[in-house]
């Protein structure tokens, strides 16, 4: 079995900073594209940002140049940095990423339980 673990959501006030941090654990082959998601109450859930296993990124518009997505392939683990929060950034943050249990398996998407992320003064 595989889990996606998040962690580092919480409250904090307009312009302030949060980091997420997910760890990915169980019978691991191979992780290729890990990724963040959200999705706020009346939305459904979007793209925030990728990191493929070499470490190219892709930002969705609204975060670029105030989100910064990691990982450490060592330890399994993607980050997402957010600087100069919004109250519109409110939202549960979920992790993906895509992965093989074995060498011979096809790649599966796996999501994280989601961390709640909440911008207010």
């Known amino acids: 079995q595989v889990q996606l673990v998040e962690s580092g959501g919480g409250l904090v006030q307009p312009g302030g900073s949060l980091r997420l941090s997910c760890a990915a654990s169980?019978?691991?082959?191979?992780?290729?594209?890990m990724g963040w998601y959200r999705q706020a109450p009346v939305n459904q859930r979007e793209l925030v940002a990728t990191?493929?296993?070499?470490?190219?990124?892709n930002y969705v518009g609204f975060v670029k140049g105030r989100f910064t997505i990691s990982r450490d392939n060592a330890k399994n683990t993607v980050y997402l940095q957010m600087n100069s929060l919004k109250p519109e950034d409110t939202a549960v943050y979920y992790c993906n990423a895509y992965i093989r249990t074995v060498r011979t398996a096809p790649w599966r998407a796996y999501w994280g339980q989601g961390t709640q992320v909440t911008v207010s003064s």
């Open positions: 990191i493929t296993s070499s470490g190219s990124t």
């Open positions: 169980g019978s691991i082959f191979s992780i290729n594209t």
